[in-house]
Protein backbone atom coordinates (compact mmCIF):
# COMPACT_ATOMS: atom_id res chain seq x y z
CA UNK A 1 0.00 0.00 0.00
CA UNK A 2 1.54 2.88 -1.18
CA UNK A 3 0.95 6.71 1.00
CA UNK A 4 -1.72 7.74 -1.45
CA UNK A 5 -3.32 4.63 -0.54
CA UNK A 6 -3.11 4.66 2.83
CA UNK A 7 -3.87 8.44 3.15
CA UNK A 8 -7.17 7.51 1.38
CA UNK A 9 -8.58 4.65 3.06
CA UNK A 10 -7.81 6.87 6.52
CA UNK A 11 -10.49 9.68 5.06
CA UNK A 12 -12.83 6.88 4.09
CA UNK A 13 -12.45 5.52 7.64
CA UNK A 14 -13.15 9.03 9.13
CA UNK A 15 -15.54 9.79 6.88
CA UNK A 16 -17.16 6.97 7.92
CA UNK A 17 -17.72 5.74 4.33
CA UNK A 18 -18.32 2.18 3.83
CA UNK A 19 -20.35 2.06 -0.32
CA UNK A 20 -19.97 3.65 -3.03
CA UNK A 21 -20.66 6.37 -4.93
CA UNK A 22 -18.09 8.27 -2.45
CA UNK A 23 -19.16 11.71 -1.15
CA UNK A 24 -15.99 13.29 -2.22
CA UNK A 25 -17.75 16.93 -1.23
CA UNK A 26 -18.41 15.69 2.46
CA UNK A 27 -14.78 14.82 2.22
CA UNK A 28 -13.07 18.03 0.91
CA UNK A 29 -15.39 19.63 3.87
CA UNK A 30 -13.81 17.14 6.43
CA UNK A 31 -10.35 18.55 5.56
CA UNK A 32 -11.78 22.11 5.85
CA UNK A 33 -11.94 22.73 2.21
CA UNK A 34 -14.75 24.71 0.61
CA UNK A 35 -15.85 22.93 -3.05
CA UNK A 36 -16.44 26.02 -5.73
CA UNK A 37 -17.79 24.76 -9.42
CA UNK A 38 -17.10 27.44 -11.65
CA UNK A 39 -16.33 28.05 -15.85
CA UNK A 40 -13.00 28.23 -16.34
CA UNK A 41 -11.07 29.32 -19.56
CA UNK A 42 -10.51 26.67 -22.03
CA UNK A 43 -10.65 22.97 -21.27
CA UNK A 44 -7.64 22.52 -20.24
CA UNK A 45 -7.89 23.35 -16.81
CA UNK A 46 -9.94 21.02 -14.56
CA UNK A 47 -9.60 22.51 -11.36
CA UNK A 48 -7.22 23.97 -8.70
CA UNK A 49 -6.71 23.76 -5.23
CA UNK A 50 -6.02 27.36 -3.10
CA UNK A 51 -4.29 27.40 0.39
CA UNK A 52 -4.25 30.79 2.24
CA UNK A 53 -3.76 31.17 5.68
CA UNK A 54 -7.46 30.40 7.40
CA UNK A 55 -8.84 28.73 4.20
CA UNK A 56 -8.74 26.01 1.42
CA UNK A 57 -10.56 26.52 -1.72
CA UNK A 58 -10.87 23.69 -3.93
CA UNK A 59 -11.80 25.17 -7.88
CA UNK A 60 -13.27 22.63 -10.15
CA UNK A 61 -14.71 24.04 -13.85
CA UNK A 62 -18.23 23.33 -14.15
CA UNK A 63 -17.56 22.80 -18.10
CA UNK A 64 -16.74 19.00 -17.07
CA UNK A 65 -18.66 16.30 -16.87
CA UNK A 66 -19.56 15.23 -13.36
CA UNK A 67 -17.29 12.07 -13.40
CA UNK A 68 -14.30 14.11 -14.06
CA UNK A 69 -15.16 16.94 -11.71
CA UNK A 70 -15.59 14.36 -9.03
CA UNK A 71 -11.76 13.31 -9.77
CA UNK A 72 -10.77 16.53 -9.62
CA UNK A 73 -12.11 17.52 -6.10
CA UNK A 74 -10.55 14.12 -5.21
CA UNK A 75 -7.49 14.86 -6.70
CA UNK A 76 -7.14 18.15 -5.25
CA UNK A 77 -7.97 16.76 -1.50
CA UNK A 78 -4.97 14.05 -2.77
CA UNK A 79 -2.80 17.72 -3.03
CA UNK A 80 -4.23 18.75 0.28
CA UNK A 81 -3.28 15.83 2.03
CA UNK A 82 0.26 15.17 0.27
CA UNK A 83 1.64 17.84 -0.81
CA UNK A 84 2.95 21.16 -0.15
CA UNK A 85 1.39 23.13 -3.07
CA UNK A 86 3.78 25.98 -5.33
CA UNK A 87 4.00 29.14 -3.89
CA UNK A 88 2.34 32.58 -5.74
CA UNK A 89 2.76 35.96 -4.34
CA UNK A 90 -0.34 37.79 -4.96
CA UNK A 91 -1.89 40.24 -2.42
CA UNK A 92 -0.68 37.91 -0.04
CA UNK A 93 1.30 34.45 -0.02
CA UNK A 94 -0.96 31.57 -1.66
CA UNK A 95 0.01 27.95 -2.22
CA UNK A 96 -1.79 26.57 -5.32
CA UNK A 97 -1.96 23.09 -7.17
CA UNK A 98 -3.55 23.34 -10.69
CA UNK A 99 -5.28 20.02 -12.61
CA UNK A 100 -4.43 20.96 -15.96
CA UNK A 101 -3.03 18.43 -19.03
CA UNK A 102 -0.29 17.51 -17.46
CA UNK A 103 -1.85 16.11 -14.38
CA UNK A 104 -2.92 12.99 -16.93
CA UNK A 105 -0.04 12.79 -18.34
CA UNK A 106 1.92 10.84 -15.50
CA UNK A 107 5.06 12.92 -16.31
CA UNK A 108 4.96 14.47 -12.58
CA UNK A 109 5.73 12.66 -9.17
CA UNK A 110 3.26 14.92 -7.09
CA UNK A 111 0.61 14.57 -10.24
CA UNK A 112 0.66 11.00 -10.34
CA UNK A 113 0.46 10.37 -6.41
CA UNK A 114 -2.75 12.83 -6.42
CA UNK A 115 -4.23 10.60 -8.92
CA UNK A 116 -3.63 7.57 -7.21
CA UNK A 117 -4.74 9.19 -4.13
CA UNK A 118 -8.17 10.05 -6.43
CA UNK A 119 -8.44 6.67 -7.82
CA UNK A 120 -8.07 5.05 -4.22
CA UNK A 121 -10.93 7.68 -2.81
CA UNK A 122 -13.14 7.23 -5.28
CA UNK A 123 -12.59 3.57 -6.57
CA UNK A 124 -11.19 1.65 -2.74
CA UNK A 125 -9.78 -1.62 -3.30
CA UNK A 126 -12.04 -3.72 -1.13
CA UNK A 127 -15.48 -1.85 -2.79
CA UNK A 128 -14.37 -2.19 -6.21
CA UNK A 129 -13.24 -5.97 -5.52
CA UNK A 130 -16.53 -6.69 -3.58
CA UNK A 131 -18.79 -5.51 -6.03
CA UNK A 132 -16.52 -7.24 -9.03
CA UNK A 133 -17.71 -10.90 -7.05
CA UNK A 134 -21.21 -9.75 -6.90
CA UNK A 135 -21.72 -10.01 -10.33
CA UNK A 136 -22.31 -11.95 -13.05
CA UNK A 137 -20.50 -10.08 -15.92
CA UNK A 138 -19.05 -12.22 -19.11
CA UNK A 139 -17.95 -8.82 -20.86
CA UNK A 140 -15.20 -6.56 -19.52
CA UNK A 141 -17.04 -3.27 -21.59
CA UNK A 142 -20.36 -4.08 -19.49
CA UNK A 143 -18.17 -4.43 -16.43
CA UNK A 144 -16.79 -1.37 -16.14
CA UNK A 145 -19.36 0.09 -17.38
CA UNK A 146 -21.52 -0.92 -14.71
CA UNK A 147 -19.09 0.03 -11.89
CA UNK A 148 -18.15 2.99 -13.35
CA UNK A 149 -21.79 3.83 -13.31
CA UNK A 150 -22.31 2.37 -9.43
CA UNK A 151 -18.64 4.38 -8.41
CA UNK A 152 -19.94 7.62 -10.08
CA UNK A 153 -16.67 7.43 -12.23
CA UNK A 154 -15.55 7.76 -15.85
CA UNK A 155 -15.49 4.71 -17.48
CA UNK A 156 -11.31 5.07 -18.66
CA UNK A 157 -10.90 5.94 -14.64
CA UNK A 158 -12.69 2.46 -13.63
CA UNK A 159 -10.91 0.47 -16.34
CA UNK A 160 -7.44 2.11 -15.24
CA UNK A 161 -8.43 1.27 -11.66
CA UNK A 162 -9.40 -2.68 -12.58
CA UNK A 163 -5.78 -2.91 -14.55
CA UNK A 164 -4.29 -1.26 -11.22
CA UNK A 165 -5.98 -3.71 -9.07
CA UNK A 166 -5.11 -6.91 -11.24
CA UNK A 167 -8.65 -7.64 -11.51
CA UNK A 168 -8.01 -6.73 -15.81
CA UNK A 169 -4.85 -7.31 -17.63
Excluded: C, W
Excluded at 70 to 80: D, K
Amino acid sequence: MTRADDQAARLLAHAEITHAPVDVEKIARLKGARVVHQEMEGNDISGMLVREDNRVIIGVNSHHATVRQRFTIAHEIGHLVLHRGRALILDTPVRVNFRDRRSSLAEDREEMEANRFAAALLMPAEFVLAEVQARQVKQVDELIDELAGRFNVSTEAMGYRLVNLGILS
